[in-house]
């Protein structure tokens, strides 16, 4: 099976406690509890970003650990707004290697088969900002997404994107993200970024035949949602 939570939002690194955020207590522990309710050794798990708080990948080892010592063969690691940590991918690859967190896979360019399934993805970006730079890095994460797209297609014609930003809220879309997955003929779609009274802006259900689900850790209830 495939289960996908965005936003861990861990810190067994560093000193960012999420509680002081309403609903986030203990997230860490109940989102571990959940978890083992429900994956199993050879499932899947895609986490599509803010997987840690940890401003290098040293900080961030702690999360990394904690994560790989879930259950789930592989665990999917996708780059969000919040991942300082996040460097090059030979750095982030060497250091799971290093330490054994063989579970871990990073999405990033490319596209990863399972259960008869690609998954495909990119980070995303802020689609309501009119500055120049925000435009160049939502040209480029759309290049991004397409790139990963197309890796799918030669794993799979059964197409799931994941994002960290949403492509869609209840009264915005972001063309340029939005463009990538009709044309490339995406007929799923998860992101995670809004918390708490912005989650309800979230924009669940089908769009031009791509079904769109919010994921956020916080929006989910710490519950990884199932995915197939």
């Known amino acids: ?41 050879d499932d899947t798990i895609v986490l599509p970003g803010d997987i840690s708080w940890g401003m290098t990948l040293e900080q961030a080892l702690p999360d990394f650990q904690f994560l790989h010592n879930l259950p789930g063969r592989t665990k999917v690691i996708m780059k969000g707004n919040h991942d300082y940590w996040f460097c090059t991918r030979r750095k982030i690859e060497d250091l799971w290697a290093a330490h054994g967190l063989t579970s871990l896979v990073l999405l990033h360019n490319n596209a990863i088969a399972a259960e008869g399934m690609a998954i495909c993805g990119s980070r995303g970006w802020f689609f309501d ?32 994107v994941f994002l960290h930003y949403p492509p869609i809220t209840q009264d915005r879309v972001c063309e340029e993200i939005d463009s990538v997955l009709q044309e490339e003929g995406v007929a799923r779609c998860y992101y995670g970024h809004l918390h708490g009274s912005a989650a309800k802006r979230a924009f669940v259900g089908e769009r031009n035949g791509t079904r769109y689900d919010i994921v956020s850790a916080d929006a989910l209830g710490f519950v990884p949602k199932l995915v197939v």
């Open 1 to 41: 099976m495939i289960y996908t939570i965005a936003d861990t939002h861990l810190s067994f690194g560093t000193a960012k406690p999420m509680d002081i955020f309403p609903g986030w207590d203990n997230h860490a522990q109940r989102l571990e509890a959940n978890w083992r309710k429900l994956v199993r050794d």
């Open 129 to 160: 900002s009119d500055e120049p730079h925000d435009a160049k890095v939502l040209a480029r994460e759309a290049g991004r997404l397409r790139t990963s797209i197309q890796a799918g297609k030669k794993l799979s014609d059964n197409l799931c």
